[in-house]
């Protein structure tokens, strides 16, 4: 039987760079996620809308081999969770975004070292508060 314990203990949780009020129409870029020590299949980013007043906030993946030129990740490697639990394999980002207060994830089957989320704001004159965060599994140290 798998020790889930265990393996649990191997969950890296990570602030995904975006804490804060967006208050503009602007691309709000997150911290870049190094997966060099990842064995995840899928890396999921949380998404969470606080507090709102208006504006959409549209989730973009980007993947890089270097760390500093980024490109966007194709749908074929994301994946949007549906409220029954099925997945979704295409648009998944617009389904994601957040116009609304509450929770969102999207999923990223990794294909490069390094990984990004950046938020997309339109409609946006007084906005929201956004909290993003990533989480992977990693190897065990030895």
């Known amino acids: 039987m798998p020790n ?4 649990l203990f191997h969950i ?4 995904a760079g975006i804490y804060q009020a967006i208050t503009t129409n602007i691309t709000t870029v997150g911290s870049v996620i ?3 020590n990842s064995i995840a299949d899928v890396v999921l980013f949380n998404l969470k809308c606080v507090a ?3 504006g959409s906030y549209l989730p973009l993946i980007e993947m890089s081999t270097d760390g500093s030129t980024f490109t966007p990740v ?11 639990g099925s997945y979704t394999e295409t648009g998944q980002e617009a389904l994601a975004t957040l116009n609304a207060v509450g929770s969102k994830q ?3 089957v990794p294909q ?3 990984v990004r989320l950046s938020l997309v704001s339109t ?18 140290k030895k």
């Open 4 to 7: 889930y314990k265990d393996a």
């Open 12 to 15: 890296s949780a990570e602030n």
């Open 34 to 36: 190094d997966l060099d």
């Open 52 to 54: 709102r007043t208006d």
């Open 74 to 84: 194709a749908d074929t490697y994301l994946r949007f969770k549906n409220a029954d």
């Open 106 to 108: 999207l999923g990223y």
């Open 112 to 114: 490069a070292r390094y």
């Open 123 to 140: 409609g946006v004159t007084t906005g929201a508060t956004i909290v993003t965060t990533v989480a992977f599994e990693k190897r065990k």
